[in-house]
């Protein structure tokens, strides 16, 4: 008797899998046969998943954005602290760190494939429309106009972005508690 394959749960795992091998040996060394190696799989089962290479890169690409999502999301749904849910933006554990790493590697993409670039944007935009709603929440105690809305959304999302990079990059001098300090300087 055959063995019953669940091809949803096998996608995912391929894509797990995937974003090991990113991770361990960057976006040079990211081939099929390297994921199919690590996976125990034929490079044949790979294809019957995802179509190439990019195809699974972009897969990748958008898993990681809705991890970051969905945290950042629960954090404010939970009724967390402005900064507290602004955190869950910045790689403060293994997870955000690795999501970090995945979306530099593909940040070059997101220049020169039209796909990428419009979920890049995408997920964005709705990031962005995540601080409105905190700025919101936030602005019974301070009314702004859409205009400072915009400005301020913006201006958080830059700083993240920023303290991301140089904790990603520069991790010993940009440790959790730091991001936390300086996250909470610009906001708290």
């Known amino acids: ?13 391929v894509v797990g899998i995937a974003r090991n091998v990113l ?16 996976a125990n799989l034929s490079t044949a089962i790979i294809s019957h998943y995802f179509r ?9 690409f958008l898993n990681t954005l809705e991890i970051t999502q969905r945290r950042f ?12 849910c602004l ?3 910045l790689p403060t554990d293994a997870e955000s760190r690795d999501n970090w790493k995945v979306w530099i590697a593909f940040w070059n993409m ?5 796909e990428f670039r419009q979920q890049q944007v995408t997920k964005t935009q709705d990031t962005l429309q995540r601080i409105r709603g905190l700025l919101e929440r936030d602005s019974r105690s301070r009314p702004m106009t859409d205009e400072e809305k915009d400005i301020e959304e913006r201006r958080i999302f830059a700083v993240i972005v920023g303290i991301a990079i140089q904790a990603i990059h520069d991790p ?15 906001f708290g």
């Open 1 to 13: 008797m055959p063995r019953i394959v669940d091809h949803d749960e096998r996608r995912k795992q």
């Open 23 to 38: 991770l361990k040996h960057g976006l040079e060394k990211f081939t099929i046969r390297r994921i199919a190696e690590a």
């Open 52 to 60: 190439d290479k990019r195809e699974l890169m972009l897969f990748i």
């Open 73 to 84: 999301t629960q954090a404010v749904e939970s009724g967390l602290s402005t900064t507290a």
């Open 87 to 89: 955190q869950t933006l």
């Open 110 to 114: 997101t220049l020169t494939d039209t």
């Open 172 to 186: 010993d001098n940009w440790p959790v508690e730091r991001q936390g300090r300086v996250l909470e300087s610009e």
